[in-house]
């Protein structure tokens, strides 16, 4: 690779982070805005800066927190169609996989997202495995498998003791077990 091709390389390269760096600075912030309106358009802008990232150069996070704001877009399609992208680049990518589970969750297509979740959390680089187990244990509990939900809760919190979504998913079934309410 000669000198120019290298800068030019590096220059694309820093093209990229400064656009995912606004997406990602605009990502918080929409996220913690009110006005619906105001959120969309902020969702929007967000979308367009990690779209000018990839422009610059793809990367496997880039399309991962594509799909995830088009999700705060509603657009569920489109987020599964940024991660499968994800996983096209790094199959060995987690995030992208659990992602697609949730969104399938969010259509309804329990079987599917089972099974994205279940490859998130065979994943070889997937720094925060609780958030796979915890959502695989949601598919679980919906569909009335509650031992093996219990258990995906058991397992995110044993790999993050303070996640207190398991542990209130926990809490709840134990509720409905003393109300009589599940069948066991």
Not at 117 to 137: E, M, Q, T
Request: some cysteine.
């Amino acid at each position: 690779m000669s000198s120019l091709e290298a800068e030019f390389s590096r220059e694309r390269k820093r093209r990229a982070r400064d656009s995912f760096q606004q997406a990602y600075r605009l990502q918080r912030e929409a996220m913690a805005e009110a006005d619906r309106a105001l959120r969309r358009e902020l969702f929007e802008c967000v979308v367009a800066h990690y779209r000018r990232s990839l422009e610059f150069y793809p990367t496997a996070e880039t399309y991962t927190f594509l799909g995830w704001a088009y999700s705060f877009l509603g657009d569920f399609k489109a987020a599964i169609s940024a991660c499968q992208r994800a996983i096209s680049l790094d199959p060995d990518y987690g995030n992208p996989y659990n992602d697609i589970g949730v969104y399938l969750m969010e259509e309804g297509s329990y079987d599917q997202a089972i099974a994205y979740l279940r490859k998130a959390i065979g994943a070889k680089r997937y720094d925060c495995l609780h958030y796979a187990h915890y959502n695989l244990g949601r598919v679980l509990l919906v569909k009335g498998r509650i031992h093996e939900a219990e258990g995906e809760f058991r397992r995110a919190l044993e790999l993050e003791p303070q996640y207190s979504l398991a542990r209130s998913a926990l809490s709840q079934i134990a509720t409905q077990r003393i109300k009589g309410a599940l069948d066991v």
